[in-house]
């Protein structure tokens, strides 16, 4: 019997080792290992966060038993009833809170039965109390800690890293049991490098010179030429009017037409000319306060400007200067600094250190603009004050990125500095008209001490402390972003939030690493970006495997290639693109393409500039995606089915949605059906056999080769239909009348019909607005 129990309890014992090594190989377990430190931002906060802090965190209202377990202070001290520690360093089981959490007595545990937060598992117990047992240390917020560039990790396979990136991206997928993917198909990665440099379907022409070339040096060659094209500005910028939130009207009810794109051709000129993002930022926020600032300068901060306007008569004019003030301040602590800041205009934040009095001395710096509430407007530009007047000898001689196609001169909101300062006060509740306190500028000091000897009460010193580089967020932040444009999340994935209800970051050691890289390397935007893109990491195969799809289904180990939909603007790039329809203009006012009939009219109220959808016309309906006219009270529906922004507020992250809607605008959209048919209209003439057709167009618009069994099915498809078209020639010139584009002279419309719905067909295929 003896030797029976011996060898169960080995056995038991050898498969609770299997198991955890399980758990540790799949990441369910979190750090701090029987050998490792538990870190108690990224192992102890987020399970207090989980399950203490609804009722023992920040929000003092909320706050049971006078205990707070996010800070060091209280959760050391004597507890209110006088018996015991909520926490004893070195000593869980005299620890109150261990004692509760292990409890089984419902009247006594925590989190009680009441609050539904559920108990900890037994993981999460292990953590606390071996975070206790260390000395329970607590530490400063990870984001506002300045990030530090750490030696590269050690890896086992030191054949696969290409550069300093895939280190970071290797040891954690060792870490947790995977290994990288191999490197994705060349056609693969033209494909994948022209949607993220370019934002447009690579040509045949390009597609074909990778084919033939090979090695690294043919890819940094690539990489090269695309990152120099026009369009490689126009990519980069579309993220960046998100967070701009740039629009073609003022919105609110009247919402007129506002002539702001003058900034939108700035913006797309400072990515192609690679400005340093220091000095993108320091324009766009204080540009005219730089000495013997530049029309150029003064242009830039626009972005301020962006914000919803309301021009309607009878409203209070303090109120609405107040909002934009608001908007200001959230577009600056959401797009460059990555914090919710605005949960503090009401209230002291409930969970970041940021208190209502810091909201206020963070809004100050905003608070002295000219900008009115309501105004008179200007002209037919509608700018209001304080506004630019450009006139076309600068836009000819100086600002020579303006692409206007009128002679009149062009006005735009900007801003511009009060001479006296205006007092700013704490308002109640977030209310305009109820002031408190007078507080004066000053930046969150969470984040890092505002030395008014270094940076003036003002938005130049705002634009000084924010690029500093002993603040903790700015290059975090932004890496972040431009990480995400090219993986699909961040880093860090709840991009606008790196508070402490955000997400951690899944490679804190990258992120810091490139954000101190990035700033070591004078805020170089294109190095950045060619980093990215040349990096092992990047080029891996999106093929998901069974086993990657149990262990990390999310892809947040990045063993594996990114795979989305690209965004909505995108989606009309390539179309446009893919099939010759594309007007390759750079800039200039907002185009109005193809759109359902009555919209605007169904939902104006019989006012201002907008009431009507007057379309564009020639080669104003063939402009990229960016270039649409953005209404607030209506923006492009195809766009918005498509989760673009509705550009009333900064947005650092899109929403992805698949939905049917989307499927039926892509199978009735006039623009993609205008582009099958001049397609099939070229193609038509070309003495080539149908299989050749086929695999040429599927190239051209997929951008790979096709398989024997989809050249099957697109050419059963199209004998189909050119049967059913061959015998009604009446039907076949109704499907081929789309579009405005002139119609090219065919010997059969049958076939040419027959060609359109097949090349519709292949532009309706997932993978075809897909980045694999």
């Not at 129990?5 to 701090?32: E, H």
């Not at 010997?747 to 359109?756: E, F, H, K, S, T």
């Amino acid at each position: 019997m003896k030797k029976q129990f011996f060898f169960l309890m080995a056995s038991l014992a050898l498969m609770a080792v299997l198991v955890i090594s399980c758990f540790q190989k799949n990441g369910t377990l979190r750090r701090g290992g029987s050998n490792e430190s538990v870190s108690y931002n990224f192992d102890v906060r987020p399970i207090l966060s989980d399950k203490c802090f609804a009722c023992h965190g920040p929000d003092a209202k909320k706050r049971e038993a006078g205990l707070r377990l996010d800070m060091a202070g209280s959760a050391y001290a004597k507890l209110k009833d006088g018996h015991g520690f909520a926490i004893i360093p070195g000593n869980p089981e005299a620890s109150e809170v261990y004692k509760r959490i292990t409890s089984v007595d419902p009247n006594y545990q925590m989190p009680t039965p009441e609050s539904h937060l559920g108990l900890l598992t037994e993981n999460e117990i292990g953590l606390l109390k071996k975070w206790i047992d260390q000395g329970a240390k607590y530490e400063q917020h990870w984001a506002f800690v300045a990030p530090l560039k750490s030696a590269l990790p050690e890896v086992e396979d030191t054949s696969w890293p290409k550069n300093e990136i895939d280190y970071f991206t290797l040891s954690k997928m060792e870490e947790n049991g995977l290994d990288p993917s191999a490197e994705a198909s060349r056609e693969q990665l033209i494909k994948r490098l022209s949607l993220d440099l370019t934002g447009l379907a690579p040509s045949l022409t390009l597609q074909q010179k990778i084919d033939k070339e090979g090695g690294e040096k043919s890819y940094e060659k690539i990489v090269d030429e695309l990152i120099v094209q026009k369009s490689y500005g126009e990519k980069m910028a579309l993220y960046w009017l998100d967070i701009g939130r740039f629009a073609d009207s003022f919105g609110y009810q009247n919402d007129n037409a506002r002539t702001q794109w003058p900034w939108r051709d700035w913006v797309i000129n400072a990515f192609n000319r690679n400005m340093r993002y220091d000095q993108f930022i320091t324009w766009q926020l204080a540009g005219d306060m730089l000495p013997n600032a530049s029309k150029e300068q003064v242009l830039a901060t626009a972005f301020l400007r962006n914000h919803k306007y309301n021009e309607e008569a009878g409203i209070i004019a303090e109120e609405y200067r107040i909002e934009y003030n608001l908007d200001k301040t959230k577009t600056f602590s959401s797009g460059l600094m990555g914090l919710t800041v605005e949960c503090a205009q009401c209230h002291d934040h409930k969970y970041d250190p940021i208190s209502q009095e810091d909201y206020y001395r963070l809004f100050a710096f905003f608070n002295n603009s000219k900008e009115a509430g309501q105004e008179s407007l200007k002209g037919n530009g509608l700018a209001t004050t304080p506004i630019l007047d450009i006139t076309n000898a600068e836009v000819k001689n100086i600002l020579t990125f303006i692409n206007s196609r009128d002679t009149s001169k062009i006005s735009l909101s900007v801003m511009g500095e009060n001479d006296t300062l205006r007092a700013t006060h704490i308002l109640d509740r977030g209310v305009y008209d109820a002031p408190g306190k007078v507080v004066t500028a000053s930046g969150l000091q969470a984040v890092m001490k505002y030395d008014t000897t270094k940076y003036p009460r003002n938005r130049l010193g705002l634009a000084k402390w924010t690029l500093s580089k002993e603040n903790p967020l700015a290059a975090r932040v932004f890496v972040n972003q431009i990480w995400q444009e090219f993986f699909g999340r961040g880093i860090v994935k709840s991009t606008g939030d790196f508070g402490m209800q955000g997400e951690l970051p899944t490679h804190p050691a990258l992120l810091d690493w490139l954000a101190v890289d990035f700033m070591e390397h004078g805020w170089d935007i294109k190095r950045l970006v060619k980093q990215i893109v040349t990096s092992a990491t990047y080029r891996q195969s999106s093929k998901l495997t069974k086993e990657k799809k149990e262990k990390d289904p999310e892809n947040i180990y990045l063993s594996r290639g990114a795979r989305y939909r690209v965004p909505a603007e995108m989606i009309r790039d390539i179309v446009l693109s893919s099939s010759g329809l594309l007007n390759p203009e750079i800039g200039g006012a907002s185009v109005k393409p193809y759109q359902p009939k009555g919209i605007w009219e169904a939902t104006t109220a019989n006012r201002g500039s907008l009431r009507t959808y007057v379309q564009d016309t020639g080669g104003q309906l063939y402009r990229r995606g960016m270039y649409t006219f953005i209404k607030l009270t209506l923006p492009p529906p195809a766009m918005i089915v498509f989760d673009a922004s509705s550009r009333d507020h900064c947005e650092v992250k899109r929403q992805k949605t698949n939905t049917p809607l989307q499927a039926l605008i892509m199978l009735n959209d006039p623009a993609v059906l205008e582009a099958s048919r001049v397609l099939a209209e070229r193609m038509v003439g070309r003495k080539l056999s149908t299989e050749d057709k086929i695999k040429e167009l599927f190239q051209r618009i997929v951008c790979r080769a096709p398989t024997e069994k989809e050249v099957g099915l697109l050419r059963e498809y199209y004998n189909n239909e050119f049967g059913k078209f061959s015998k009604d020639k009446r039907k076949a010139e109704r499907v081929l009348n789309v579009g405005e584009y002139k119609h090219e002279k065919v010997a059969d419309i049958g076939q040419a019909a027959a060609l359109m719905r097949m090349i519709s067909t292949i532009y309706n295929m997932e993978e075809t607005i897909t980045k694999s």
